[in-house]
């Protein structure tokens, strides 16, 4: 072997790699908490979003729901005295077009859009879909009779509290629940107090005032209702 | 492979200014993908404020005659919403102006570091 040395090779000195490492373990330490910081970020806005984005969507549902409310739809909204006393029944009879499923509509004439405790220890609120008309008895203290919900469809969830008011235009006040089928609030409110969140968001919308056409409907033919799981019984006929 | 007669290892200097362009990289993609969480929260506050700014309208529709009603409210961060009820001047072919119609608008000022967004929905209504 003839092989020719170089003049000038060195290999790196101990202090050499010492420096080179510590100023790499500075460089990286300092990029990796940026780096995560960013993606953190990145990380709670999604999740952030993507709960807005459910809201959104909930609050343009009622939106539409209120503000299509036909002249033969009766809504009335009262307290449910059997299961809990602040969880208001928000009835919607012969409400075919209303919260449009993919279902056939037609079998489902009365809605009750409520809130009922979920497993987590907060609230849900949705729609119960009955396949049968309400029994709205008079026209100023209303109550209501059906067989039981036959669909329970949640429309948002983790919610700590909610409320809802109805504005009448008619004596300037705010009532908490709505008995008379003949009429229509002007407005509803509904105040929601979400479980991430420490101040409460209130919505309104409008009601478009329409008179009331129709107070008698008939039945179909009943489905047979699904048994039910977690959901708020309906109150007992009035005597 | 043949090695090159020049071949050496890297100098510490070589090793620096690497490790210097790799960081500077690294934190500009850090920074850019920051910006874009912030152009997300704004738009996500934006959307808030617009829910917001359609309650207000809704309210302020059930009687917008009502001068109580049409009263600017303030927000959370100094977001201030200002609605307006204007009459709207409508002809006809017949060149008949047409009555009652308004202008409902709500105006959202929204105050950013660096200026005043401005946001707003409006509808036409009718008032007789």
């Keep these: ?239 | 492979m043949t090695p090159s007669k020049n071949s050496k290892g890297i100098v510490l200097l070589e090793l620096i200014l690497a490790l210097t362009i790799f960081s500077l990289v690294i934190v500009a993609l850090a920074r850019s993908l920051q910006s874009a969480v912030e152009a997300a929260t704004v738009q996500q506050q934006e959307q808030v404020i617009q829910e917001q700014m359609r309650s207000l309208l809704e309210w302020v529709r059930i009687d917008p005659k009502d001068p109580e009603r049409i009263k600017s409210v303030e927000l959370e961060n100094k977001v201030k919403l200002t609605p307006t009820f204007l009459p709207l001047k409508l002809q006809n072919k017949k060149g008949i102006e047409l009555e009652n119609l308004y202008t409902l608008k709500v105006e959202a000022v929204i105050p950013t570091p660096t200026t005043n967004l401005t946001r707003s929905i409006q509808i036409t209504v009718y008032v007789p």
């Design chain 1, 1 to 239: 072997m003839n092989a020719r040395p170089q003049k000038k090779r060195r290999a790196f000195t101990l202090i050499e790699v010492i420096l080179a490492v510590a100023i790499l373990a500075l460089l990286g330490g300092a990029v990796a908490s940026i780096l995560q910081g960013s993606v953190a970020s990145a990380t709670a806005l999604t999740e952030v979003s993507n709960r807005q984005s459910q809201i959104q969507c909930f609050i343009q549902l009622l939106n539409s729901t209120f503000r299509n409310l036909g002249s033969e739809t009766l809504f009335i909204a009262q307290k449910n005295p059997i299961v809990d006393q602040s969880n208001l029944f928000l009835m919607f009879n012969n409400s075919h077009q209303l919260f449009l499923w993919h279902r056939d509509q037609s079998k489902f004439p009365a809605k009750v859009l409520t809130a009922w405790p979920s497993e987590k220890g907060v609230l849900s609120i949705g729609i119960l879909e009955y396949n049968r008309y309400f029994k709205l008895t008079t026209t100023t203290e209303s109550s209501f009779s059906a067989t039981g919900w036959v669909h329970k469809i949640e429309l948002l969830g983790d919610i700590k509290s909610l409320s809802w008011r109805f504005w009448n235009q008619a004596t300037k006040k705010w009532s908490d629940d709505w008995r008379n089928p003949t009429q229509r609030p002007n407005g509803v409110e509904l105040t929601l107090l979400l479980a991430e969140s420490k101040v409460p968001s209130i919505h309104f919308f409008w009601i478009p005032p329409i008179q009331i056409q129709n107070l008698n409907f008939q039945n179909p033919t009943p489905i047979p209702p699904s048994t039910p799981s977690t959901a708020p019984t309906p109150p007992e006929p009035a005597p």
